[in-house]
Nanobody, 128 residues
């Protein structure tokens, strides 16, 4: 099992930036993919960005259309930490953000049912 702890959320005005972090511990060597998801009240959890982990320090990043060009996912393997840099934030980005870890490859990065472990989430609120 992998333990995940998110941090970095907060309240910002539209156009602002935040950087989320997700620190992993436990059997992190078994992780093949990590992702950022978000869930707003009354809505389903949706994928924001995914990182498919390769050899060395490599990973392949993918994004939801709604955040392309504004959000950047990155992974620092030496620190077992996943990041999400969020720029040009909009009110519709308001949600609780979660990171997930998957121990299998394949499937769509945005399919939350493929992830085995989740953090507790961090709240992001963007005001207009």
């Amino acid at each position: 099992q992998v333990q995940l702890v998110e941090s970095g959320g907060g309240s910002v005005q539209a156009g602002g930036s935040l950087r989320l972090s997700c620190a992993g511990s436990g059997y992190t060597g078994t992780v093949r993919r990590m992702g950022w998801f978000r869930q707003a009240p009354g809505k389903e959890r949706e994928g924001v960005a995914g990182a498919s982990i390769g050899g060395g320090n490599t990973y392949y990043a993918e994004y939801a259309d709604s955040v392309k060009g504004r959000f950047t996912i990155s992974l620092e393997k030496a620190k077992n930490t996943l990041y999400l840099q969020m720029n040009s934030l909009k009110p519709e980005d308001t949600a609780r953000y979660y990171c997930g870890a998957a121990r299998r490859r394949g499937g769509y990065w945005w399919a939350s049912n493929l992830y085995d472990d989740w953090g507790q989430g961090t709240q992001v609120t963007v005001s207009s």
